[in-house]
């Protein structure tokens, strides 16, 4: 498709923000950040509200001023330029349609407003790549909240701008439909090639469309890595517990051999290997070893002889159990944790795993990760519980 040439041809570049700052009186929204989004990227700011995610989205837009910084596009300094000089597109949660124009007009008006008068070809190739070649007379009123979506796309992308960016365009939409979305917001983006950078603070929506994600939290990045790497080596509690569920257990350092630390908790023992330890590892020395819920077996007391050796365990007595489809929770109360959260996928369900059971909980060391125990344990907690309400 000849736009995706056009628009990976037109100069590109990472969008590069030094020392990018933001404070509205004593209050400071964003505090100096370096950061690269490198170009071709589909990149995620994620955080909860107020954290600081939106403000520097708009700090790449022109909509904001920096307080200190600058905001580089490619080889191009674009702190002082406004928003309409600069290569960047916005889609908005409200998707901004213009109401008493037809699809085609809609995604037309950006070239329209530009005095370009053959804007035929264009529009035909944007409304195919959203598919909705077919709808393109139909008023925004008559179209489903995803299609007025990829509408918005369709008019910001005609534009060939360097960069698009997302301000929580799936918001608005159903749960359904919002998946729905996330999957063909990336597939617009492999096709177009250009550089994506999304807000959310939905984290699986960042997790299934971004190459990267930015944790933010108090206007800080709290973490930078691809969504895998930021769920299996979290460096901070807040980090670990935003990005889906964790166990943490607080223990002590009694040993290190080779590649492993040896922890003490509960009474018993517990071995974290040494490359998932972001913390010091010092003997005497307090650590926090997570484990994510998923990661962890259960097995009824009784059958406590069969778990193979090496594997870390841990025991206790279910509390509560839920079934939900593809997996039963459990919540177990154990020597190290009073609130222990275990899924096990339903495929052979123990008809003994029931409240009031006592049980084994093992998994393989290297499932652990280990943190830097002065933190708090639920920090992140909270915040996703508000951003749900």
């Known amino acids: ?38 170009q071709g ?31 580089h596009l490619g080889d191009q300094d674009v702190t002082a330029l406004p928003p309409y000089k600069r290569p960047v597109n916005t889609v908005f949660q409200s998707y901004a349609l213009f109401p008493h124009l037809d699809i085609y007009e809609n995604v037309a008006f950006g070239l329209r407003r530009r005095g370009i008068k053959s804007v035929k070809k264009q529009v035909e190739e944007m409304l195919e790549l959203v598919q909705l070649g077919e709808q393109a007379r139909k008023k925004p009123h008559q179209l489903s909240g995803g299609q007025q979506q990829r509408v918005a796309v369709a008019r910001a992308l005609i534009n060939h701008p360097k960069v698009l960016l997302l301000d929580e365009p799936l918001g608005a939409l159903d749960l359904k439909l919002r998946r729905q979305m996330q999957l063909e917001l990336k597939r617009i983006q492999t096709e177009v090639g250009i550089t994506f950078v999304h807000v959310t603070h939905d984290q699986e929506e960042a997790m299934t469309m971004a190459d990267c994600v930015a944790v933010m ?13 930021l769920y299996e080596n979290p460096r901070t ?36 290997h040494r490359s998932r330890a972001s913390a010091p590892a010092t003997t005497g020395g307090k650590i926090l070893a997570g484990v994510r819920p998923e990661k962890i077996s259960l097995t009824h007391a009784d059958d406590a002889g069969r778990i193979p050796e090496g594997r870390n365990r841990i025991t206790g007595r279910i509390t509560e159990s839920s079934f939900i489809g593809v997996s039963t929770q459990f919540v177990v109360d154990s020597p190290v944790c009073s609130d222990f959260e275990v899924y096990v996928q339903n495929i052979d369900r123990d008809p003994r795993l029931a409240p009031g059971a006592e049980v084994v909980l093992h998994w393989n060391p290297a499932h652990t990760f280990g943190l830097d125990a002065a933190q708090d344990i639920d920090a992140g907690v909270e915040t996703v519980e508000e951003e749900v309400v």
Not at 3 to 30: H, M, N, P, Q
Not at 59 to 65: D, V
Request: include cysteine; charge should be negative; glycine fraction near 14%.
């Open 1 to 38: 498709m000849k736009t995706t040439e056009e628009t990976t041809t037109a100069g590109g570049g990472d969008v590069r923000l030094t020392g990018i700052s933001k404070t509205y009186g004593d209050f400071t929204a964003v505090h100096p950040l370096d950061l690269t989004v490198p």
């Open 41 to 71: 990227s589909f990149f995620a700011l994620l955080g909860a509200s107020g954290c600081g995610k939106t403000t520097t989205l708009r700090m790449i837009a022109g909509l904001e001023e920096p307080t200190s910084g600058t905001v």
């Open 217 to 229: 939290n108090a206007g800080r990045v709290e973490q930078l890595g691809t969504p895998a790497d």
């Open 237 to 272: 509690t807040f980090v670990a517990n935003f990005l889906g569920t964790s166990n943490f257990i607080e223990a002590e350092v009694d040993a290190t051999s080779g590649d492993d630390i040896v922890l003490k908790a509960g009474g018993g023992k517990l071995v974290l």
